[in-house]
Structures are given as structure tokens and as C-alpha cells.
């Protein structure tokens, strides 16, 4: 392999650390599921080949496509990057950069070519033996259980893609793909709770039974950050509504809604203010003593009757329980 070649493999492969570290640390070698590599031959010379591999097809492309040069003598044989299920692997430290880096190869000829290389500088120590690596998967993080929707049993779809995944409610089981009649429900779930980078906020996947939750955790554990073990969660008590969301007063004004449904407000005129826009709306405002509330997304929900309020709850886990309120 010439040098132009080492070099950039080099550069994008460094591990870098803001202090030195002699220990190799665990993730020197990146998690991963599957590797993609390329790899090319001298024009000149049929015995002097080159290759990469690296874990995103992404990051395989963006390589390949920096050293691309029309006078490399690589240039005009280099393959596509291609999806392999493991690669031929060297880690080594380098004392001059105080790193740790890896360097992978589609195959055991190209990665002892590697070792050989990287031995000629005595700056790079403990370099390791050409290593047969495949799916690697970070150690579990923290189970969050407050990512958990709060709730007294599990519906999970039994049928069509998403067949095993399980939520809090019928309605969103359903709209999981699944038919209410292809939902059914059981008193725990197998859950993991993970990052979403978009927001940075934790999140919960449930799963039917211990089998279906550990098949898709170790994938999900290298597309996602903080990916827990999988957890036994059953039910879960929802928070007591807040007194100081409540808006001030006592008493209630509230009117019924077509379908089984109500709507209370403290006052009279935001009673009618609210019935005015509501064009489900079915009967006038009249006075109650009581209210069933809950506190759904900082907003108060208040219903004339417990099962109205409860009917909300279960479309929306998330929120507190229902009280009622004078």
C-alpha cells in the first residue's frame, strides 16, 4: 500500500482523545451491526491492494470519495462500498498523537498488510493481531422509568409489521397498524427507554414478551444513544393532579359533547366562550359543584363525569389521573 493511501486511512479512522490514555478503551473499535468496505489494486502492480472498511455506508462513501483521484494508481479499480457482516480488524496505540486508533480491512490479506506497515514505526505500540470482528453493541444504559407511560395494563398488536409492539392505550395500539381486534392486553410488558437525537429526550419501546423485546435492542442500542437493558414494567400510577395548574375558584360550568363526552370550565363565561367554538357542542352550560380533572400536557382538562375523564385518559396516558375537584 503506498503512502497517499495510508495516510488518509489514517487520519479518518484516529480515535482521539483530550487526554492521553495507555489503557485501550472499549469502544476504541466502533459499535456497529455490519461493516462497509471497498477496496482497490495498484494498476501497476497486481499484489499491492488497499481497503476499508468502516460502519456506515455514509462514512464508507465519504472516504472513497476523498480519495478519489484520477492519478491514483487505486483510482480506476476501486469497488463500490458494499455491506459485509464482519471485517479483518487491527487496533493499535500511537505515542506520539496519544491515541488510539483502528484500522479495518475487508480481509485478512489486506489487514496483515496493514500490520506490517504499521509496525515499521516504532511510534505505534500495541498493535494488536488481524482480529475477525462483526456485530459489536454498547453496553446498556440507565432504564428511565420515566420515560414510561403511566397506565394499569399493556395493549400489544398481534398482528400485521408491528406485531409485538406494545403502547399504554387501544387507540394507539391500533393506530400502530394493527386492528382493535388485533390488540390484546396483558398486565406487563418487556420495554427499552432510548434517546431520540432529534430532541434529546428519552423515550420507551415496549414489547409483548422478554423474546421479541431482547431481539431488537442490540440494533436499537447502535441507531440510538442511552439505550437501556430490556425491563419488566407493569403498572404504573399516574402522578396526582397539580393544585397550583387549577385555576382559582370553586364550582364548575360545564356542557355535554356529542359522542359520550363533557366540558367544565370554572367560570360561566369561559363555559360559553368554550361551547360557542366547540361545534360538537350538545347541551348548555349549567352549574356543577364538582368537576373530574386531569392535567394533560400542562393544560386542565375537566369533565362533568369520572368515565368521560377516564376516556380521555386511556386515548392519553400521559397527563395525571383523574380527580375530582369542587
Same mark, same amino acid.
Given at each position: 500500500?503506498?503512502?497517499?493511501?495510508? =495516510?488518509?486511512?489514517? &487520519?479518518?479512522? &484516529?480515535? $482521539?482523545?483530550?487526554?492521553?490514555?495507555?489503557?485501550?478503551?472499549?469502544?476504541?473499535?466502533?459499535? @456497529?451491526?455490519? /461493516?462497509?468496505?471497498?477496496?482497490? *489494486?495498484?494498476?501497476?502492480?497486481?499484489?499491492?491492494?488497499?481497503?476499508?472498511?468502516?460502519?456506515?455506508?455514509?462514512?464508507?462513501?465519504?472516504?472513497?470519495?476523498?480519495?478519489?483521484?484520477?492519478?491514483?494508481?487505486?483510482? %480506476?479499480?476501486?469497488?463500490?462500498?458494499?455491506?459485509?457482516?464482519?471485517?479483518?480488524?487491527?487496533?493499535?496505540?500511537?505515542?506520539?498523537?496519544?491515541? /488510539?486508533?483502528?484500522? %479495518? *480491512?475487508? $480481509?485478512?490479506?489486506?489487514?496483515?498488510?496493514?500490520?506490517?506497515?504499521?509496525?515499521?514505526?516504532?511510534?505505534?505500540?500495541?498493535?494488536?493481531?488481524?482480529?475477525?470482528? &462483526? %456485530?459489536?453493541?454498547?453496553?446498556?444504559? #440507565? !432504564?428511565?422509568?420515566?420515560?414510561?407511560?403511566?397506565?394499569? +395494563?399493556?395493549?400489544?398488536?398481534?398482528?400485521?409489521?408491528?406485531?409485538?409492539?406494545?403502547?399504554?392505550?387501544?387507540?394507539?395500539?391500533?393506530?400502530? @397498524?394493527?386492528?382493535?381486534?388485533?390488540?390484546?392486553?396483558?398486565?406487563?410488558?418487556?420495554?427499552? *427507554?432510548?434517546?431520540?437525537?432529534?430532541?434529546?429526550?428519552?423515550?420507551?419501546? %415496549?414489547?409483548?414478551?422478554?423474546?421479541?423485546? +431482547?431481539?431488537?435492542?442490540? #440494533?436499537?442500542?447502535?441507531?440510538?444513544?442511552?439505550?437501556?437493558?430490556?425491563?419488566?414494567?407493569?403498572?404504573?400510577?399516574?402522578?396526582?393532579?397539580?393544585? $397550583?395548574?387549577?385555576?382559582?375558584?370553586?364550582? /364548575?360550568?360545564?356542557?355535554?359533547?356529542?359522542? @359520550?363526552?363533557?366540558?367544565?370550565?370554572?367560570?360561566?363565561? +369561559?363555559?360559553?366562550?368554550?361551547? !360557542?367554538?366547540?361545534?360538537?357542542?350538545?347541551?348548555?352550560?349549567?352549574?356543577?359543584?364538582?368537576?373530574?380533572?386531569?392535567?394533560?400536557?400542562?393544560? =386542565? +382538562?375537566?369533565?362533568?363525569?369520572?368515565?368521560?375523564?377516564?376516556?380521555?385518559?386511556?386515548?392519553?396516558?400521559?397527563?395525571?389521573?383523574?380527580?375530582?375537584?369542587?
Amino acid at each position: 500500500m503506498r503512502g497517499r493511501w495510508r =495516510v488518509l486511512v489514517l &487520519g479518518v479512522l &484516529g480515535i $482521539s482523545s483530550a487526554e492521553a490514555e495507555k489503557a485501550k478503551p472499549p469502544d476504541v473499535v466502533p459499535y @456497529g451491526v455490519a /461493516w462497509n468496505c471497498y477496496q482497490a *489494486t495498484n494498476q501497476y502492480n497486481a499484489q499491492d491492494k488497499a481497503g476499508i472498511c468502516v460502519r456506515s455506508a455514509d462514512h464508507c462513501q465519504q472516504i472513497k470519495d476523498s480519495s478519489a483521484d484520477k492519478a491514483s494508481v487505486y483510482a %480506476a479499480s476501486a469497488t463500490d462500498c458494499r455491506e459485509q457482516a464482519k471485517a479483518s480488524v487491527i487496533t493499535y496505540f500511537n505515542v506520539m498523537e496519544d491515541q /488510539w486508533s483502528y484500522w %479495518a *480491512t475487508p $480481509s485478512t490479506e489486506l489487514c496483515l498488510s496493514v500490520y506490517r506497515f504499521l509496525a515499521k514505526n516504532p511510534d505505534n505500540k500495541n498493535i494488536s493481531s488481524c482480529q475477525t470482528v &462483526g %456485530a459489536i453493541y454498547p453496553p446498556p444504559s #440507565r !432504564f428511565r422509568s420515566e420515560a414510561v407511560p403511566a397506565g394499569d +395494563e399493556w395493549y400489544c398488536s398481534t398482528k400485521g409489521k408491528y406485531s409485538g409492539y406494545c403502547d399504554r392505550t387501544n387507540e394507539s395500539c391500533s393506530e400502530s @397498524g394493527a386492528d382493535p381486534s388485533g390488540c390484546k392486553t396483558q398486565p406487563r410488558a418487556v420495554a427499552i *427507554t432510548l434517546r431520540t437525537p432529534s430532541d434529546n429526550k428519552f423515550v420507551a419501546l %415496549a414489547y409483548d414478551s422478554t423474546s421479541a423485546c +431482547e431481539a431488537k435492542q442490540p #440494533r436499537a442500542s447502535v441507531q440510538y444513544p442511552d439505550v437501556s437493558a430490556c425491563t419488566v414494567v407493569g403498572a404504573i400510577e399516574r402522578p396526582a393532579v397539580e393544585r $397550583s395548574a387549577l385555576p382559582s375558584g370553586t364550582g /364548575w360550568f360545564c356542557y355535554s359533547i356529542k359522542g @359520550g363526552s363533557s366540558s367544565c370550565e370554572r367560570t360561566q363565561e +369561559e363555559c360559553e366562550r368554550s361551547w !360557542f367554538d366547540n361545534a360538537s357542542a350538545a347541551t348548555q352550560c349549567t352549574k356543577a359543584a364538582i368537576a373530574h380533572v386531569r392535567i394533560f400536557e400542562a393544560k =386542565v +382538562e375537566a369533565y362533568a363525569n369520572q368515565q368521560h375523564c377516564e376516556a380521555r385518559m386511556r386515548r392519553s396516558p400521559e397527563g395525571s389521573r383523574c380527580e375530582a375537584i369542587k
